[in-house]
């Protein structure tokens, strides 16, 4: 949000590299991060929870643990909502790969789109593949034909998004909103650690779209 926007209490956070965003009546800090993939044009922004801003307390982080130590912050709304509701139509533009392959080659092609690109890294980085990434890395790296498959899913998401969130506006804001939902691994367990915002819940029943 621009800051003449913000409330005086807020106003503060919303420096170089950071931004506030409005969620129901809350508001929330962020990291801006842009990084460049090697087949887009314009650099990819990335927005990195930081914490809730209150009115009197000032600035609650997001991860004060009472849990034990974390282990990792997961990318989680994006890649869930993506496999969760097109995974059928992302398997029949595989013809005849089915079972786990179908699965796997899905899966790394989320990832495609949601980083933009397929590494180690990346596919540690989200909850969807962070247990499997070891073995997914392995399987990609051996397997020629899996980049150019990748690329085909990354394509499709994009073109199934565009077909479903008809603006750009609306598209983008439920991009943000659900990757900026993140699952925290600590020591005694998983936790999902934000929810769906409202902005992106409007959209979604305008859409008539039913996603927990």
């Known amino acids: 949000m621009k800051a003449e926007m913000l409330p005086e209490f807020a106003r503060p956070f919303k420096t170089k590299g950071h931004d506030v965003r409005k969620i129901a009546n809350e508001y929330y800090l962020y990291r801006v991060e842009h ?24 600035l609650i982080p997001a991860h004060t643990q009472k849990d034990g130590e974390v282990i990792a912050c997961l990318e989680y709304g994006l ?15 595989l013809f005849n790969t089915s079972g786990e392959m179908a699965s796997d ?23 969807l593949t962070h247990h ?32 479903v969130f008809v603006t750009e506006e609306d598209k983008e804001t439920v ?6 939902m993140t699952a925290v691994l600590t020591e005694k367990g998983e936790r999902i650690d934000g929810r769906c915002p409202s902005d992106v819940k409007a959209i979604f029943m305008k859409r008539g779209i039913k996603h927990e």
């Open 175 to 180: 991009m943000l909103g659900l990757r900026n």
């Open 35 to 58: 990084f460049r993939v090697s087949d887009r044009k314009y650099p990819v922004t990335k927005y990195v929870y930081i914490g809730r801003i209150d009115k009197e307390k000032g």
């Open 105 to 127: 080659t899905i899966k790394i092609g989320i990832i495609r789109f949601v980083f933009g690109t397929v590494t180690l890294a990346s596919l540690r980085a989200s909850r």
């Open 132 to 163: 499997d990434a070891d073995r997914l890395f392995a399987m990609y790296a051996s397997n020629a034909r899996l980049e150019g498959r990748a690329r085909t899913l990354s394509e499709k998401i994009d073109a199934m998004l565009g077909s």
């Open 79 to 93: 890649s869930d909502y993506i496999y969760s509701n097109y995974r059928r139509a992302l398997q029949r533009t």
